[in-house]
């Protein structure tokens, strides 16, 4: 298994993008080849792509991805974990956790002092997943402002 960080835009990018950002979200569409090029490009926004073992001489393809977004404010650097999503046929291989720890570690190397995530309780194997990964669940409220 390999974790990696993307640092630019390609068609094996956008491919995986238009088959995984469905399994994430069924209202959110996938992101066009300008869009991903866009993406990838934001300072602070990190994507990290996991494959499986590949044979030799061959690439394996992407089967899950993670989004690490981080800023700066007057408290320190902060790190979000968002868009965590495993293709359905590699789940439970272990994916999920190499893409978590992979964007711990590089935001630890960046100075965070803290990663957060949210996860909706539905998602049990998602909460299992943050919660072996070193994760802990806060007690917090959340809010959300919908622009019309």
Do not use: H
């Amino acid at each position: 298994m390999t974790v990696e960080l993307v640092t630019a835009s390609n068609p094996e990018i956008v491919e995986a993008m238009e088959r995984l950002i469905p399994q994430l979200s069924r209202s959110a569409p996938a992101l066009t080849a300008e869009q991903c090029e866009a993406f990838i490009a934001q300072e602070g926004v990190f994507l990290f792509v996991f494959r499986p073992e590949a044979d030799a001489g061959r690439s394996a393809p992407i089967l899950g991805m993670l989004t690490l977004a981080t800023f700066t404010i007057p408290t320190g650097l902060r790190a979000w974990v968002e868009d965590v999503v495993v293709d359905g046929e590699a789940r439970g291989q272990g994916a999920g956790q190499a893409l978590v720890e992979a964007a711990v570690e590089y935001a630890g190397k960046m100075g965070a002092r803290t990663v957060d995530l949210t996860s909706r309780p539905s998602r049990e194997a998602a909460n299992r997943l943050y919660r072996r990964a070193g994760f802990e669940l806060r007690e917090t409220n959340v809010y959300r402002y919908a622009q019309a």
